[in-house]
């Protein structure tokens, strides 16, 4: 105990408290996820335009929400806001559960899935339906209760404590370390997939997107690695608090940016002529003929494809990859796959 009690006297007088540049580096993170929302309500409200459907939107709105809470769980762990901790065990809450069982766990998991689906429906031309989905949350949603009720249990021994004297949150050494191991065998996942994801039809191709992810992601996870397991108690440096949080800012909050930013930019300004591109891309990859409507608008689709070199303009269409005789048996959807194929 009165090792304890030493320890924060010491750390008490070293703590650099908030000031201007704390709260700019708050702003920063409010002001790019606004620009996020507005990017990705946007994308929504234009989700039959076909190069949007085919970044599979709705994952995106999940990766979106993985950010949002990746967000609150940085600053409020971070920077402590003043009334943020007037309640208990609200260092467990932001420190543990927003910011990286359902921020930077999330956020690793969304990616893996996305990638598996291309890679599945392009490389293996298998069926992607709601299973897929299902499978693929319910292994995460069993793994965050896998981890994150014994650390919440254990909370005061071993995960994130919350020091009354200091006004900041604690991380212990056995939690941190075992995260940290996790995000890193993750991000490992996610080299891996975007690897074997890379050779998709060119339509549908995302690898150059996730290669500037995994480049500005891989920096930043060395660098919070180093920061924090060799500076002590970060949170009280305001160097380090400050750094930690920009490169997390960087890490979970360029995806969206990086993967919409081209869809949407000619859904705006150059839409018809994007989508003539886009179709035509499809075409000289052999894909043309099975990029049609549902049901009786499908046929119709397939004749004027086949009849012609020149791709229709729909407005409207929905992005659904069809078996026609010049496809293997296995009918593949867009990659949002909003249904069975």
Avoid at 116 to 138: A, D, E, M, W
Avoid at 305 to 310: C, G, L, P, R, V
Wanted: glycine share 4%; aromatic share 14%.
């Amino acid at each position: 105990m009165a090792d304890r009690h030493n320890a924060i006297q010491m750390l008490r007088m070293h703590i650099q408290l908030r000031n201007g540049l704390d709260i700019a580096m708050i702003t920063l993170g409010a002001v790019l996820m606004f620009a996020n929302t507005i990017l990705l309500i946007y994308a929504l409200l234009h989700h039959t335009y076909p190069p949007l459907r085919a970044k599979n939107l709705k994952l995106i709105a999940v990766l979106y929400f993985s950010m949002l809470i990746w967000y609150l769980g940085t600053i409020g762990t971070n920077y402590n806001l003043p009334g943020m901790f007037k309640f208990n065990d609200s260092c467990i809450l932001f420190g543990s559960w927003f910011r990286i069982l359902l921020g930077i766990f999330l956020y690793i998991h969304v990616h893996i899935v996305r990638l598996y689906i291309y890679i599945r429906l392009f490389n293996q031309s298998k069926r992607v339906t709601i299973k897929v989905y299902v499978i693929g949350f319910s292994l995460y949603a069993l793994f965050v209760l896998a981890y994150g009720l014994p650390t919440t249990i254990l909370q005061n021994q071993l995960t994130v404590r919350y020091i009354p004297q200091l006004d900041i949150c604690d991380y212990g050494e056995a939690f941190k370390n075992i995260s940290f191991s996790l995000v890193w065998a993750g991000w490992i996942t996610i080299l891996i997939t975007t690897y074997l994801a890379r050779n998709i039809n060119s339509s549908f191709n995302e690898f150059r997107e996730m290669l500037a992810i995994c480049i500005i992601s891989s920096i930043s996870l060395t660098y919070l690695t180093v920061v924090h397991n060799v500076v002590d108690d970060y949170i009280v440096h305001r160097w380090a608090r400050n750094t930690t949080t920009l490169f997390e800012y960087l890490t979970g909050q360029s995806p969206l940016f990086i993967l919409l930013r081209v869809p949407v930019y000619n859904c705006l300004f150059r839409r018809t002529e994007y989508q003539r591109e886009f179709f035509r891309k499809m075409h000289s990859d052999g894909m043309a003929a099975a990029y049609g409507c549902l049901s009786h608008q499908h046929s119709s689709f397939t004749r004027q494809t086949t009849a012609s070199n020149t791709l229709p303009t729909f407005p409207t269409l929905p992005l659904t990859l069809a078996i026609t005789d010049t496809q293997s048996p296995a009918a593949v959807t867009d990659a949002g796959a909003d249904n069975k194929v």
